[in-house]
């Protein structure tokens, strides 16, 4: 604040005293109360001040944790293996990424996908898994067939 207490009690003062008489006697404790009374509202300003900036840092924070949370762990093209789908929120490895995404991330799979702006054709399952699953599948149903 550019103006100080001292300088605005005396501001304050001297407006009261031009427009109001006041006895000798009073001066000191009216000059005190306006000084009282500017220091009160001083405080009062910095405690919501403190109060604002403290909102502020944790929105920043806040938004400086959602965008971190928001750069992936790793490229998309580097998230596909034979073996394994690297989940691109947290960059471990997966077999299959559907239930890992709903219990660790909370998300699914289609909302995953609209995060890292994923084509629709995207796999969520490793193609060797995959092929072992569709084989099992094939398998499965050439069996009850009776072949
Ligand atoms: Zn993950």
């Keep these: 604040m550019s103006t100080s207490i001292p300088s605005l009690t005396a501001q304050i003062t001297m407006a009261y005293f031009s427009s109001t008489p006041v006895a000798s006697i009073d001066v000191p404790g009216f000059v005190a109360r306006v000084a009282l009374t500017l220091g009160e ?28 949370d928001r750069v992936a762990k790793v ?12 989940c691109m929120n947290c960059g471990k490895r997966f077999r299959t990424l559907a239930r890992h995404l709903n219990q660790t991330h909370g998300i699914t799979p289609a909302q995953y996908l609209a ?21 099992a599948l094939k398998d499965s149903y050439a069996g009850r067939n009776g072949r």
């Excluded at 001083?42 to 109060?51: D, L, M, P, R, Y």
């Design 41 to 68: 509202l001083e405080g009062v300003a910095a405690a919501q001040t403190i109060i604002e900036q403290r909102k502020e840092v944790s929105k920043t924070v806040k938004i400086l944790v959602r965008e971190h």
């Design 115 to 135: 995060r890292w702006n994923l084509p629709s054709g995207y796999p969520l399952v490793a193609p060797a898994t995959s092929a072992i699953m569709s084989k």
């Design 75 to 86: 490229k998309a093209e580097r998230s596909v293996f034979e073996s394994h789908i690297v």
